[in-house]
């Protein structure tokens, strides 16, 4: 579980430095799929990924408003507020926590019971599904995306 954490982290700092070079016009500008632009699709990507690991441990998952982060530089301080919990709740994984149980009560009446193992997948490839947006957009843009490789990372040293 942690590997991909962390390699999510990784490629999602990669996908910052990119940004760098992008005026805030662009990083601003609506975008066909996604949440609607650059910045606020890593906006909603750090906001799901804490609220589904503050709804796992029964914490207060308060929504932020976009309004209050409409600059790179915004952005990366909301990832750097939110992250340390994130990361000691990825830290502190053990198997044990795999299949307990999620109850969510939908607002039709309806019960949803998902394992904590398939809602941290969820959260990993919720945020890989966003990375993949952020390519097709940099190509748009006529420029080389930041790399999906997961090889090449040093995220497992081998022996």
């Known amino acids: ?7 999510n982290w990784m490629v999602r700092e990669q996908w910052y430095a990119w940004c760098e070079d992008l005026p805030l016009e662009e990083l601003l500008r609506p975008r066909t799929g996604g949440v609607g632009s650059i910045l606020k699709t890593f906006f909603h990507i750090i906001d799901v990924e804490w609220s589904w ?9 308060g929504a932020e408003d976009f309004e209050h982060y ?4 915004a952005v990366r301080q909301f990832d750097r507020k939110l992250r340390p919990d994130v990361e000691a709740f990825v830290l502190a994984w053990d198997t044990s926590m795999e299949k307990r149980a999620h109850i969510d ?17 969820h959260v990993i490839a919720h945020e890989i599904h966003h990375m ?10 006529g420029k080389e995306p930041v790399s999906a490789n997961v090889i090449g ?7």
């Open 70 to 73: 409409k600059s790179l530089e």
């Open 105 to 121: 009560h939908l607002s039709n009446g309806k019960v949803v019971i998902d394992s904590w193992g398939e809602v941290m997948r």
């Open 153 to 159: 990372k040093g995220l497992i040293i081998p022996d």
């Open 132 to 141: 993949g947006q952020l390519s097709v957009w940099a190509r748009e843009l």
């Open 1 to 7: 579980m942690e590997t991909f954490f962390r390699y």
């Open 53 to 61: 690991l503050q709804i796992l441990q029964g914490k207060p998952d």
